[in-house]
């Protein structure tokens, strides 16, 4: 979350502005003044697209409670536990539930009305969850979308919702699915099925 607020926050935080903080000062003994949420865009803490989970400590979140005290702007909303009741001492989380939570939260995240959103996360869980996509890609494609990200990487990506999970219904008569039926131009599919075509 520290590193969320440092990239996409506001301005140092003072005394006498009518919002609260990202963060209080000095997180995580940071020694980092407070960060405004002024002119900041929200942030929601979403439990989905955590890292890799299990085992280890570092894996391991706070209490809720905890974090709304040094992050008091960010929307803990989705959350439903105060305690971390997902991380296990002695289960690691499979690749493949990586996987699988990742999938999860991209058809939550289908779900928001923003057309840009930045997801600070971590490179395990985005490593596991991305290499899911790619298939019917070139293989050059594929690699690039599975290649490991450096630590604080900042990459631009658009994920296309092909079922459209996260869409409203369409206004138009096209609202961009692939149409059902035969993919045929109208005059060769009237002379193949007759029966379907327009007397003449």
Request: net charge negative.
């Amino acid at each position: 979350m520290q590193t969320a607020v440092g990239v996409f926050g506001g301005q140092p935080y003072t005394d006498g502005i009518n919002v609260p903080p990202l963060m209080n000062d000095n997180v995580g003994d940071s020694g980092r003044p407070a960060i405004s949420s002024l002119n900041a865009p929200p942030f929601i803490a979403v439990e989905l697209c955590r890292e890799h989970l299990g085992v280890h400590p570092c894996d391991k979140r706070r209490n809720i409670t905890d974090y709304r005290h040094m992050f008091p702007a960010i929307d803990f909303s989705l959350i439903e536990n105060d305690e971390d009741i997902l991380w296990k001492p002695d289960i690691r989380e499979k690749n493949e539930e990586v996987a699988a939570r990742g999938l999860k939260f991209l058809e939550w995240l289908w779900t928001r009305k923003e057309k840009e959103i930045a997801v600070v996360t971590h490179s395990g869980f985005l490593f596991h969850s991305l290499s899911a996509f790619g298939n019917d890609c070139h293989p050059n494609v594929k690699n690039e979308i599975c290649t490991h990200f450096a630590n604080c990487e900042l990459r631009s990506m658009v994920i296309i919702d092909r079922g459209m999970i996260g869409s409203d219904e369409s206004s138009t008569n096209y609202p961009g699915k692939v149409p059902d039926g035969l993919d045929l131009p109208s005059d060769v599919a009237d002379q193949k099925h007759p029966e379907n075509g327009q007397a003449n």
